[in-house]
């Protein structure tokens, strides 16, 4: 019987074999298409090789026949033709193809290509250098403050890209230099740059062999003559426009290598000035008599009844701005709603324009001393004449409180002297820098809020600063120095302000928290009236003599300090702000507060008076006096909105620039360089700033968690809310209400005995012991700010700029100026 065949089971190992065969195959088959196409490419190569070779063959023998002698004959004539159609043809060839053909030259003969890469190269350089040099050379008669001005690399990199497009902007000023010695723009800048940097005379060397700089000596005589430069346009602005000056104190500790007698290490005190062209007027329309102190017991010793409504009105403009900018969905929500704060007295957006003196080594600290400041600015500096005062009428005069006083005693003591410009009475008229009042106004607050260090009291600045790992300082009226600025206030401005008025609409909102009433809020009217709930209950001082007139038991110290906290801090927002946007009304509108708060701590006399006497001046001056000196009491460098700054701020960037900047090192260093770079000390400064340098970039931190760690232990601990049984409340100190605690200090004979005018001829002597109440920390005199406290302004050091690396960049630098070594034929 015939067996059927069985079959076998395909298995992995099956699979696999076949699969391997298969590919194999497939491998051969390619292999033998790849070598049948390349046989048959190879054959046409070769064919094609054959076919060109005839082909050139008979072309070179036509050229031949044409009557050429060489085939580079035939080929220059074909590049060179001026038959319309043939140079069509080639044109169209190089075109197209040009790149190709240079590179089967390049691969023929490399050596000839980079030699004639070389040689086009040097004549593209030498011809773009000249062109650059042409551009680079300062047109005759140029003034160095121009070169410094019209400087940018922007500037030459863009113009390169037309001049020189081959080489970098850097390398061609060199080349330019080097071709022509007048075409130094680059290096006259560059060189200050050095100098305002403190680079050493090696450095110099070096770099000017680079062609990078000019030589240090020439780069002195470029200062001098920018010095010379910036005075005599100083004198032509005074000659021709209305100015006023800011003025100051201005301390150096000089060190010397070798101390020989009379050449020791000592300390030198003197005077900077700032000249600013007076906004809005012209020669003449000031008139020449001052006003005369007037007041009344019934008017002028508090702050009225419109002030009072302003500042509340402002107070409670950012008592939503707050919350507008802790929320955006609500800006958003209302846009067409939201209205712009309260304006009372704002100045026009302008242009300052300021011109800076020369430093003068007097001391101003005394009545001779402002007297020698005086006379060297109008006679040597400005070079004036009792002719031009006439001519010009009343020059207002800002400083610091300290400066506004010695002023005042300056012209008290020379007011029966014939000669004008001796007798500052008739056309000098002080005006009280608000900056200086504003760092008053802020350590009143700090160390009247500020609590005892260590106390176990739930709430005090003290308490907050610690609570949140602040850096320690020393505040309170106790102490025996004055308390930092910048940490006091952005303490009491950007931390403490937010969350307690954030707290307390938690508290009115009716929805147990602030987001959830956000959500259900449907109108700005919803808004602002939470808003004016906070300001009453919150706020306002109006019920704390009730709250303190119950039994001890039941008094709540913490919720009375925290409302009169909120008071003051909210006060010093408003001035902030107002700053900021120049309206002087509502700046007036604080310092009336202020007036009598500060004569309410018992410390600050001297402040208290000289704001009273501001205040009361105003009221009495004729009215276009009035008006420059309110138009000008701030200033706008940028001529833009929210650009407005301090008038006496200004001075303080000088002096900052010209001590850390622009210090005195070495043996060399005198006020005869001082008042040589005084002048120029803005211009070296933009120097600095147009030259890029490898910084860190910086942005201000965000308050977000410190502000929401605040809140949280306002809610805990119910701080806004009166409650006598919290914690720990006998260990709170009562805070004085001091607008309350010195109200009654104008009624007194002793608030005018510095204004009363008495028969006898006011002296010298008389006048030196004026206003010499003693103080305490110093208050009202000179102040030592810091970086820290002069780069809250964001012009002076903008977003991204990190202020440390930009100061650090220059000291870096002056570490080797000890070295440097002026020459005395050059100054």
């Known amino acids: 019987m015939r067996q059927r065949r069985v079959a076998q089971p395909v298995t992995e190992a099956t699979q696999a074999e076949a699969q391997r065969v298969w590919q194999e195959q497939h491998q051969a088959e390619a292999a033998a298409r790849t070598e049948f196409t390349a046989a048959r490419e190879r054959e046409a190569e070769a064919e094609r090789h054959a076919t060109s070779k005839i082909c050139v063959g008979h072309v070179l023998q036509a050229v031949k026949a044409a009557g050429y002698g060489s085939l580079y004959g035939f080929l220059d004539d074909l590049v060179t033709t001026k038959d319309q159609n043939h140079s069509s043809q080639v044109s169209q060839m190089l075109i197209s193809h040009g790149d190709e053909l240079l590179d089967s030259i390049r691969s023929r003969q490399p050596e000839v290509v980079s030699q004639w890469i070389g040689k086009v190269a040097g004549n593209i350089l030498v011809e773009e250098g000249a062109k650059l040099a042409q551009h680079l050379r300062p047109p005759h008669g140029q003034s160095v403050t121009t070169t410094i001005e019209n400087f940018a690399l922007s500037k030459i990199l863009a113009d ?3 001049i020189a497009p081959t080489v ?9 230099q080097t071709t022509n010695e007048k075409a130094s723009e680059y290096q006259t800048t560059m060189g200050i740059y050095l100098l305002a940097c403190g680079a050493s005379r090696s450095q110099f060397d070096v770099l000017n062999h680079a062609g990078i700089c000019l030589l240090y000596r020439s780069v002195l005589r470029k200062i001098k003559a920018l010095g010379e430069e910036r005075l005599e346009e100083l004198r032509y602005i005074v000659k021709r426009h209305m100015f006023m000056i800011i003025w100051d104190s201005l301390n150096f500790a000089f060190r010397v290598g070798q101390q020989r007698l009379g050449s020791n290490d000592h300390f030198d005190n003197g005077t900077t000035a700032t000249v600013v062209v007076l906004w809005g007027f012209s020669p003449g329309d000031l008139p020449s008599m001052l006003p005369v102190l007037e007041f009344s017991s019934q008017i002028d010793l508090l702050p009225t009844l419109e002030d009072v409504q302003n500042l509340e009105a402002l107070q409670r403009y950012h008592i939503e701005e707050i919350l507008l900018d802790a929320y955006p969905v609500l800006r958003t929500r209302f846009r067409d709603s939201i209205s712009g704060p309260p304006s009372i007295l704002s100045i026009p957006v302008h242009t300052t324009s300021q011109d800076l003196a020369p430093a003068m080594p007097i001391d101003e600290s005394s009545l001779g001393g402002t007297i020698d400041v005086f006379s060297t600015i109008f006679r040597n500096t400005l070079k004036l004449t009792g002719q031009d005062i006439e001519r010009h009428g009343v020059v207002i005069c800002a400083g610091d409180q300290l400066s506004a006083s010695l002023f005042d005693k300056a012209t008290a003591s020379r007011r029966d002297d014939v000669d004008l410009l001796d007798n500052l009475s008739r056309y000098g008229k002080e005006q009280l820098g608000i900056f200086h009042a504003k760092v008053a106004g802020t350590r009143m607050t700090v160390n009247e809020h500020w609590g005892t260090a260590n106390s176990k009291a739930l709430w005090s600045l003290w308490k907050i600063n610690s609570m949140l790992g602040r850096k320690p300082m020393t505040a309170g009226w106790k102490a025996k120095k004055l308390p930092p600025f910048r940490p006091s206030y952005e303490l009491m401005i950007d931390l403490a302000p937010p969350a307690n008025i954030l707290d307390g609409c938690r508290l009115f909102c009716a929805k147990g928290t602030v987001e959830k009433w956000i959500e259900s809020v449907k109108d700005w009217d919803s808004v602002r009236f939470v808003a004016a709930k906070v300001h009453k209950e919150l706020c306002s001082a109006r019920n704390i003599p009730k709250l303190r007139r119950q039994p001890a038991g ?46 309410g701590t018992g410390r600050m006399p001297k402040y208290a008076d000289a704001v009273f006497r501001v205040i009361t001046e105003l009221k009495s001056m004729h009215p276009k006096l009035r008006e420059a000196y309110l138009m000008n009491w701030l200033a706008n460098l940028t001529g833009k909105l929210l650009g407005f700054k301090e008038m006496d701020l200004l001075q303080e960037h000088q002096n900052f620039w010209l001590k850390i900047i622009y210090n005195a090192k070495g043996s060399n260093r005198t006020w005869a360089w001082l008042g040589m770079i005084s002048v120029s000390i803005f211009a070296l400064r933009d120097v600095i700033r147009r030259i890029p340098f490898n910084g860190k970039s910086h942005t201000n931190p965000s308050t977000a968690t410190d502000v929401q760690r605040i809140r949280d232990h306002l809610e805990t601990n119910k701080i806004q809310t009166f409650w006598p049984e919290r914690e720990n409340n006998d260990c709170a100190v009562p805070v004085r209400d001091l607008m309350e605690a010195r109200a009654a200090y104008a009624n007194t004979a002793r608030a005018f005995k510095t204004f009363v005018q008495t028969p006898e001829r006011r002296t010298a002597a008389s006048a030196e012991s004026d206003g010499a109440e003693e103080e305490g920390a110093n208050y009202g005199e000179d102040l030592e700010l810091d970086l820290g406290d002069l780069a809250l302004d964001s012009e002076e050091f903008p977003a991204g700029i990190d202020p440390t690396d930009f100061v650090a960049m220059a000291r870096e630098a002056l570490a080797a100026m000890d070295d440097l070594e002026l020459d005395e034929n050059v100054m």
């Not at 850097?170 to 080349?175: A, D, E, F, H």
């Open 160 to 162: 390169a890209e037309f």
């Open 554 to 599: 039941k008094r709540d110290p913490i919720y009375e300090n925290i409302k009169l906290f909120n008071r003051d801090t909210l006060t010093l927002l408003v001035l902030r702000a107002a700053f900021k946007r120049g309206d002087i009304g509502a700046v007036l509108c604080v310092i009336s507060h202020w007036m009598v708060m500060f004569r």
């Open 168 to 176: 970098l902007a850097m390398v061609l000023c060199i080349l330019a």
